[in-house]
């Protein structure tokens, strides 16, 4: 059976019997900042097993793509090394919330296994958690005579965390037989292969609380999860997953690139095949290559299969090719796959080729640090620090690699070499820790400042707080000083929008705000000087914003959040906000992307944009609980961090929501408030991802207007309408380009008339001394004296001040003889200068007499 007909008799088993089927969530949490990758089918599910949600059904079923290469959950080391252990993998599950519990859960996975795949029986043993005599009797009850074994151990008792729903599992094995070395679950032996643990079933039936008691839950629930890879092992009577169907191919298009002995390497394409799995669902998921987060766990399952492929002796990149035979074998349950074909592809090639320049060198580096350290010795982590930062390698690879000779890493000295890397970064020439002091200090005495903005422009408040010279004063009356008052309708920097500017005065004094910043994330400060009067603590103050330059911010923000939904939809669901800037000038977007934007794309994105611009749809801003809104779809920016309650932004136009953030940002009221939206460039910033740069409203039309000017100036010059412009540009260029002609060939007819003729024992020799020429033109000089002459060599050489540039042709009939590379090496002698070519023509230059150059060719000639 294949595991597509498996996954779709899992489904179709549970929807019959109840289930909702619900799609597999993203391989990056939607609901879970605290998740670096889904790991389980129940992360989506998360906020319905805790009560923050309530769902449409009570029932649901699915096959969850995940990811285990990073945090709690991490299969990376042990993958190429077992026959069960994977980065990527689907995990089929069936999920109760608050609907049936134990022995449904029992009943159903027993029947799916006996009657639907026709598992016998006798193959099959279960563990349940030691104290749950409820499950062993149910088991027996359902099973019959089946083994249950008890397990005192965690591996039988889940939880979501220190606090919260938590619960019993029962596991279900399945038994490969005594050919497998393995023993039963509990037993010395049990991590073996011969019992395959298949099903997982978590009855969650307690809630964590303080002071490690459990109480019972409301509303007990059902999460179970299966590997389809390990069942299809099973059904396809492998004991082995990468033996199955799913890897068939990719391992087939290895072992032809490769043409190394298969069962000698076998763990190098395991890891490959593994590997090339996740890295081409991450990819399709919006992750791309980096050095933080996901991007650089991406990146470490990239380069640790590309040093397998190195090991079998792939020199070249080849992954690109092996994620086709991915997308091939996955796309008809995850079409997502085929959409991003291209961009998959795209990104593991440039990777490929950043790493494999580096990768030879830093494997030879790594031989000869460890040619005197014994088996069971150390690598110094200081020599394993350079590896990560001159050569990429990170660090578990430079473990994977050291395994096999039973050597490890001085991980402390590492993290204290990566440590003092960081803190020369942060902390060279900077002054920034006592300045963070005084930030500190200030938050323990004010707490916070209350951001009153979204709603007005102008505030009355108190000064609580004077900053001088990194001293905290009683009060100031000159010079560039920092105000804390105790509300503000000033927006600090954050988030990408900048600080506001305007006054704040008081009844002594006027003081100018340059800017706005937030310390210590809760401590809105302003930044200015002292125009006129004095300022003290306690002072009533009246402060007002640049509204006229909040306007342009707020439009250019709003524009920020259209610009991502329009890419979204004219490139696809991949594109991520990697950061932006913006102020009342303009916008920048960086965005994740494999490729250049078209002229085509971006033109589309525009229309996109304006076209909701036109629609002049309101801007909805307002606060809602984090869970809630993130639950109901809103998209939060990745690295940054929120609180409990967070604000939103959501658009909809006329055919449904066009965008919906979480956003901290001041917003315009509509989007007719940008008036016109213009995107000025688009370019690349980095591995896979893009930037583009963005004006709107009055700088838009100030654009199209000074454009307009410069046509019609063009135009006018030119004397034509300026829908005539093109063709009579083409046509002044093709005048032109003739124009170049005649002139090149009057100088190339003048200096014709200038060659030195010269008969050495029947060799003839032209000489020729020019000024002002070009590299093209000097070739031209050299093909003329060809047509020209009788068959001989030709010497050109070019003055320009005091460098000399040569030529040399040897014409056809003499190249048998004489080599116009040797000859040019002659010439360049007195130049002191460098260059090269073939048989037939040389060019180079240097500095010095362009006589002596000549001279120097013509006596070798001889």
Not at 330 to 353: C, F, G, W
Request: glycine share 10%; net charge negative.
């Amino acid at each position: 059976m294949r595991s597509s007909g498996i996954r779709a008799a899992f489904l179709n088993f549970f929807k019959n019997n109840g289930h909702k089927i619900v799609d597999s969530d993203s391989v990056v949490p939607q609901n879970d900042p605290s998740l670096l990758f889904t790991n389980a089918g129940m992360v989506q599910f998360k906020n319905i097993f805790t009560g923050l949600e309530i769902p449409e059904y009570r029932r649901a079923t699915t096959s969850q793509k995940c990811i285990r290469a990073g945090g709690k959950h991490n299969d990376l080391d042990q993958v190429g090394f077992t026959a069960r252990h994977h980065t990527f993998f689907e995990m089929l599950g069936n999920f109760s919330f608050g609907d049936y519990f134990k022995e449904d859960a029992i009943h159903l996975a027993w029947t799916f296994l006996t009657k639907e795949l026709g598992l016998k029986k006798e193959k099959m043993l279960v563990t349940v958690y030691h104290t749950d005599d409820e499950a062993k009797s149910l088991w027996k009850k359902v099973a019959g005579n089946i083994q249950v074994i008890p397990i005192p151990t965690s591996d039988n008792f889940w939880s979501m965390g220190d606090l919260g729903p938590c619960g019993p599992c029962s596991e279900i094995f399945y038994d490969h037989g005594e050919k497998v070395f393995g023993g039963i679950p509990g037993s010395p032996d049990q991590d073996g292969d011969r019992y395959m643990e298949i099903w997982n079933i978590v009855f969650m039936q307690f809630e964590q609380i303080q002071n490690g008691k459990k109480i019972p839950l409301q509303k007990k629930s059902i999460d179970t999860g299966m590997g389809l890879e390990r069942i299809s092992g099973v059904m396809q009577g492998v004991c082995d997953n990468y033996l199955i169907d799913l890897f068939g191919n990719i391992i087939d298009e290895i072992k032809a690139v490769s043409k190394t002995n298969f069962e000698n390497t076998y763990p190098s394409y395991k890891v490959i095949a593994d590997h090339i799995r996740s890295v081409s669902f991450l990819i399709s998921d919006g992750v791309l290559p980096s050095n933080e987060g996901r991007g650089y766990v991406l990146r470490r399952i990239l380069r640790r299969a590309m040093r397998h492929g190195n090991l079998i002796n792939i020199k070249e990149p080849f992954l690109f090719r092996l994620a086709d035979s991915v997308v091939d074998a996955m796309k008809d349950a995850y079409p997502q796959l085929e959409t991003n074909r291209a961009m998959i592809s795209s990104a593991v090639h440039s990777e490929e080729e950043k790493f494999l320049g580096t990768l030879d060198r830093g494997l030879k580096i790594l031989q000869s640090d460890t040619k005197e350290i014994p088996e069971g010795g150390i690598l110094s982590g200081e020599k394993a620090f350079k590896l990560y930062d001159t050569y990429g390698f990170p660090l578990d690879l430079t473990r994977d690699i050291l395994k096999a000779k039973n050597i490890s890493v001085n991980i402390d000295e590492f993290e204290k070499s990566l440590q003092e890397q960081k803190n020369r970064a942060k902390w060279a020439g900077s002054g920034e820790e006592k300045e963070a002091l005084i930030w500190h200090n200030l938050k323990e005495k004010i707490k916070s400042v209350e951001f009153v903005g979204y709603e007005k422009d102008k505030h009355n408040s108190e000064i609580v707080a004077i900053i001088q010279n990194e001293d905290s004063l009683e009060s100031v009356s000159s010079g560039k000083a920092f105000i804390i008052t105790k509300e503000t309708p000033f927006y600090a920097e954050c988030g990408g929008q900048c600080g506001d500017v305007g006054f704040i005065k008081t009844k002594n004094g006027i003081f100018r705000v340059i800017d706005t910043k937030k310390f210590c994330d809760t401590l809105i400060v302003h930044e200015g000087e002292v125009l006129s009067g004095h300022f003290k603590n306690h002072d009533n103050a009246e402060l007002e914003t640049d509204s006229e330059r909040r306007r342009k911010i707020k439009a250019n923000h709003t524009a920020a959040h259209l610009l991502q939904a329009a890419l979204r939809s004219v490139l696809g669901e991949h594109v991520a906000q990697r950061g932006s800037s913006l102020n009342e000038e303009r916008l920048r977007f960086d965005f994740s992307h494999a490729s250049a934007v078209s002229e085509e794309e971006i033109a589309k994105v525009e229309d996109t944009v304006n076209g909701w611009i036109l629609q002049n749809t309101e801007v909805v801003c307002k606060n809602m609980e984090k869970n809630k809104a993130i639950s109901l779809g809103a998209t939060a920016l990745f690295g940054e961090k929120y609180g409990e309650t967070v604000r939103t932004v959501s658009i909809t136009g006329k055919s449904g929501l066009i965008s919906f953030e979480l956003c901290g940002g001041t917003h315009a009221s509509s989007t007719g408030c940008l008036g016109l939206f213009k995107i000025l460039s688009e370019g690349s910033i980095g591995s896979g991802v893009r930037r583009i740069e963005v004006i709107t409203g009055e700088k838009a039309f100030e654009y199209f207007r000074e454009n307009e000017k410069i046509i019609n100036s063009i135009s006018e010059k030119l004397k034509c309408g300026n829908g005539e412009l093109p063709a009579a540009i083409d046509d002044l260029l093709a005048e032109l380009k003739e124009k170049n002609r005649e002139i090149s060939l009057g100088k190339q007819k003048i200096a014709l008339e200038k060659v030195r003729e010269l008969s050495k024992n029947d060799l003839k020799i032209y000489s020729l001394e020019v000024s002002g020429y070009g590299a093209d033109e000097l070739r031209s000089l050299n093909d003329a004296i060809k047509l020209k002459f009788s068959p001989g060599i030709a010497v050109i050489a070019n003055s320009s001040g005091d460098k000399i540039s040569l030529v040399v042709g040897v014409h056809p009939n003499l190249q048998k003889i004489y080599n116009a590379g040797q000859l040019l090496k002659q010439g360049l002698v007195p130049l002191n200068g460098k260059g090269g070519g073939n048989a037939a023509i040389a060019q180079g230059g240097g500095v010095g007499n362009a006589a002596a150059a000549i001279e120097a060719i013509v006596n070798f000639s001889e």
